[in-house]
């Protein structure tokens, strides 16, 4: 009985220490993994690091590319297309306009209704669907006949008022956000395609007779006046409200920029000077690639996977489709090599793209005690439940980490651009105003915020103040259907 009782004690006291050393060397375990985990998040932060002086850098290495591009095709990453606008809408225009929007994850039909000079937008009306994957990958017979016969249905469906008289077509400007070596202001031909697209029989293809066919197929009489992309429709929208705006950029599932140059300075220009004296340039700055921009082992796997790689680097590193798909290649190396979320690496965490930027900005906004909105997404997103909040601080961590770097990035792209323009430096009386647009503008908050603040820095006190952002709301639709009316194939009739 006693020699049991004393067994029974020894083997409890063996199964004490073991417990007990079980539970240290979980508790190392435990504290070593996170130390990995940590020296993970260290290095992205110090990798995706972008100090006042490394913007610069960035700056004037998009200023140097802005002239090459513009010296002779092909000189540059930056192809610096020329639109062919030279008369941005002045406000005076009046009628009917259409516009059709395509260049990301949504497509819009629209139709504004101009008052001319003192009426101003009279009325408008848009439809919204988003674009079916497939279409995405496959012919251009598909996409343009979708997109053709969504046009088809809007029209069918507006009211008398708007039908055009008798003898006259209906006109749009169409807002194609892809690369477009620009014959005329209603011609162009596809470069190449980006933001996940990939329709190999378009490329080469004239954009507008694409349209123009299918809208035959679907039976619609449409006129295309004008062909453009969102950064022209925004600049164009913009101009009609402010005269002051220069400059448009577009954040959203992609990215990139226009601005007004002088003629005279585009030497690969060899039409006649505009009475103007200005030419748009859509500068195409997705595939601005430098030396100094901050590139991580997460940037260069992303790109090498992608559908374009070597291209739109500068849209990789800011842009709304990939910063959450960056964050995900930095959790899963989290998960992979130091156990981040439990001993079994969550198999959703491997499948690319499957978190997307919103869910990363809700995350990053996540005001609440527990950080909940977090908890949440990780449980929806990868299957993860029962984070500590200590995980889930780190993520929050991470997020900021990816579009501090992309919001500043984008900033020192601005801060180029400017510096080509020679609005750098000035001061008080002359203002420049920057429209945005875009998705990731538009929500993400902390984002926007930071772009904003570090244009503010990189400009220094005294030219800040005669910089200005404006959020242009669908501006890229507006403008296109504004250049529709400033390109009418009636302009020259009275009316
Ligand atoms: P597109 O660029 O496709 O023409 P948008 O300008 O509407 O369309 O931008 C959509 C993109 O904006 C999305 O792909 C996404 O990356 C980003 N976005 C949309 N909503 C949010 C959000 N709440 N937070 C962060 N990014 C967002
Ligand atoms: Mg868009």
């Known amino acids: 009985m006693g020699k049991v009782a004393v067994g029974v004690a020894v083997i409890g006291a063996a199964a004490v220490c073991a417990a007990a050393a079980l539970i ?25 690091g972008s100090p006042e002086a490394k913007l610069k850098q960035v700056a004037d290495a998009m200023t140097v590319e ?9 000189g540059s990453k930056l192809k610096m297309l020329i639109s062919h606008v030279d008369n941005l809408p002045t406000g005076d225009e009046e009628g009917v306009y259409y516009a059709l929007d395509l260049g990301g994850t949504n497509f819009r039909v629209l139709r504004v209704e101009l008052g001319g000079k003192t009426g101003g937008i009279v009325s408008q009306e848009f439809a919204e669907a988003s674009i079916p994957p497939e279409l995405m990958v496959g012919t251009s017979e598909a996409l343009f006949d979708y ?11 507006e009211e008398e008022k708007y039908h055009p008289p008798p003898g006259r077509q209906r006109e749009l400007g169409f807002t194609f956000s892809f690369p477009v070596m ?3 202001i209603n011609s162009g031909t596809l470069m190449r395609w980006t933001k996940g697209f990939s329709i190999d029989d378009m490329v080469g293809n004239d954009v507008v007779a694409e349209l123009s066919k299918a809208m035959h197929r679907q039976g619609v009489d449409v006129h295309v006046s004008a062909l453009v992309n969102d950064t022209i429709g925004t600049l164009a929208g913009g101009r009609f409200s402010n005269k002051d705006v220069a400059i448009a950029v577009i954040m959203g599932t992609g990215t990139n920029a226009a601005y007004v140059e002088r003629a005279q300075a585009i030497p690969k220009w060899h039409g006649p000077l505009p009475n103007s004296g200005e030419m748009v340039i859509n500068m195409e700055w997705g595939n601005f690639k430098s030396s100094h921009l ?21 849209e990789k590193l800011i842009s709304g489709m990939y910063l959450g798909e960056i964050l995900r290649r930095v959790l ?42 977090v908890s949440n997404k990780l449980k929806d997103i990868f299957e993860v ?46 203002k420049t105003v920057i429209a945005m647009d875009g998705g990731l503008y538009e929500h993400y908050t902390e984002y926007r915020k930071c772009l904003e603040n570090t244009l503010i820095e990189l400009l220094g006190g005294d030219s800040s103040s005669s910089i200005a952002f404006e959020h242009s709301n669908d501006g890229s639709g507006i403008g296109a259907a504004l250049l529709a009316a400033s390109h009418s194939q009636y302009r020259n009739e009275s009316s």
């Open 294 to 314: 901050p590139l991580t082992e997460y940037d260069h796997a992303l790109d090498a996977e992608s559908l374009n790689a070597g291209e739109q680097v500068f």
């Open 385 to 430: 439940s029962n984070t500590t909040l200590k995980t889930r601080r780190a993520v929050v961590e991470l997020c900021n980490i990816i579009a501090t770097r992309g919001a500043r990035l984008a900033a020192a792209g601005i801060f180029g651009v400017l510096k080509k323009m020679g609005k750098d430096t000035s001061t008080g009386a002359e």
């Open 66 to 74: 802005m002239h090459a591009g513009l010296a002779s095709e092909g």
């Open 182 to 184: 620009q014959n005329s």
């Open 24 to 48: 240290v060397r979980h508790r190392m375990r435990c504290s070593s993994r996170w130390a990995r985990a940590m020296a993970i998040v260290r290095e992205l932060e110090e990798k995706c």
């Open 332 to 373: 899963l190396r989290m998960a992979e090599e130091a156990a981040f979320f439990g001993d079994e690496v969550p198999p959703k965490l491997k499948t690319p793209f499957v978190l997307r930027t919103p869910d990363m900005s809700a995350m990053h906004h996540d005001t609440s005690a527990d950080l909940r909105v």
């Open 147 to 157: 997109i053709a016969a969504e046009l088809a249905k809007f029209i069918t469906e």
